[in-house]
């Protein structure tokens, strides 16, 4: 029996994503926690004909230690999305004390579960839960994440676009953090390869950069990416459901803690930073191994890199403070 439980599941991308969760196979249980608006939100779902029993949870009555109890996996994309002109990083002073919180819940409630972290500024968040999972002492760096699947859809597509090609046959590593110049899509070793130099080459690393910019202007202030979020974290936490009942050879971008991970260790070396994206093999108890992709950049994506682990290591370092001096 699989709980999946939703953080912020009333938001712009939790309702698409509870309904994606409702249309799973491998979920029997959907819990949906928000501080607004989820118990409608699971009524409407209810009423669809798959097997999820869905449930939804206010903050009255002990709704987070209920929604939260006997989780196998918890996403949460709970917490304000940008506004035209603002950073992922503007959004730290609301986010960082919600995702703090909520993660205090899930220690003490479902101190076992997977963890799917997309609220951002997710080099921040993810530390943060980090943080706050070992001052309860139940932090398993095997069974934390950064969502950072939308960089890896937007490299497909953009890849694509510019090739011709249909998205689906691409796959691409896309290492370092969520946000800005700490995206690196390594084209390099896309599989299959793909030939793209020069201007062409450097607009379309822009683009899957700042990809999240075009959305939150197209909405015009109304909010950011939560269609294609949607898309993205399901197909996140679909691959951990798959990983735990038994598929082998599961591998998904997300950002981890490196020291926890097998081959991680490698890997800070070369970065310097605690907490990186990178191809990341899934198996039943979580994070199995990195892929140390880093051997293999190509010269120009080596130039890229300075600027990401630079960026990471402020943002990191923030989430982290912010934990010990709330403490
Ligand atoms: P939204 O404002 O539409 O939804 C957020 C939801 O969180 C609301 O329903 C709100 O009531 C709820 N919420 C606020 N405080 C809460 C708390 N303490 N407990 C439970 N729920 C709470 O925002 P949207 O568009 O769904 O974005 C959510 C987050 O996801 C934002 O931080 C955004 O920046 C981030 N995001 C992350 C992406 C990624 O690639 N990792 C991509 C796009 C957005």
Do not use: C, W
């Not at 309702?15 to 989820?38: R, T």
């Not at 999972?133 to 139940?138: A, F, Y």
Request: hydrophobic content about 45%; cysteine-free.
């Amino acid at each position: 029996m699989v709980k999946a439980v939703v953080l912020g599941a009333s938001g712009g991308i939790g309702q698409p994503l509870s309904l994606l969760l409702k249309l799973s196979p491998l979920v029997d249980e959907l819990a949906l926690y928000d501080v607004v608006g989820s118990v409608g939100v699971a009524t409407d779902l209810s009423h669809i004909s798959t097997k999820a029993v869905v449930k939804g949870y206010l903050p009255a009555d002990d709704g987070l230690k209920l929604a939260l109890t006997g989780a196998d996996v918890v996403v949460i994309p709970a917490g304000i999305p940008r506004k035209p002109g603002m950073t992922r990083d503007d959004l730290f002073s609301i986010n960082a004390g919600i995702v703090r919180d909520l993660i205090t819940g899930v220690a003490k409630y479902s101190p076992k579960a997977f963890i799917a972290i997309i609220s951002n500024p997710v080099n921040s968040t993810v530390p943060i839960a980090a943080e706050v999972l070992k001052s309860h002492g139940v932090f398993d760096p095997a069974r934390l994440f950064g969502v950072t699947t939308l960089d890896t859809v937007r490299s497909e597509t953009f890849t694509a676009h510019v090739l011709g090609k249909s998205p689906t046959e691409f796959t691409i590593p896309v290492i370092g953090g969520h946000s800005g110049e700490t995206i690196v899509p390594l084209l390099s070793l896309a599989s299959p390869a793909v030939s793209v130099e020069g201007e062409q080459r450097d607009a379309l690393i822009k683009r899957i950069q700042f990809g999240g910019d075009e959305v939150v202007q197209a909405k015009e202030g109304k909010g950011s990416a939560t269609l294609s979020m949607a898309h993205a974290g399901f197909r996140f936490v679909d691959s951990i459901l798959k990983a735990v009942s038994g598929t082998a050879g599961i591998v998904e971008n997300t950002f981890v803690y490196l020291p926890g991970v097998e081959g991680g260790e490698a890997v800070k070396k070369i970065t310097g930073v605690d907490y990186f994206a990178l191809p990341v093999e899934l198996g039943s108890s979580g994070a199995i191994k990195v892929v140390n992709v880093l051997e293999k950049v190509s010269d120009f994506e080596k130039t890229l890199l300075p600027a990401a682990y630079t960026g990471l290591s402020a943002n990191i370092s923030k989430g982290v403070e912010f934990v010990v001096s709330s403490a």
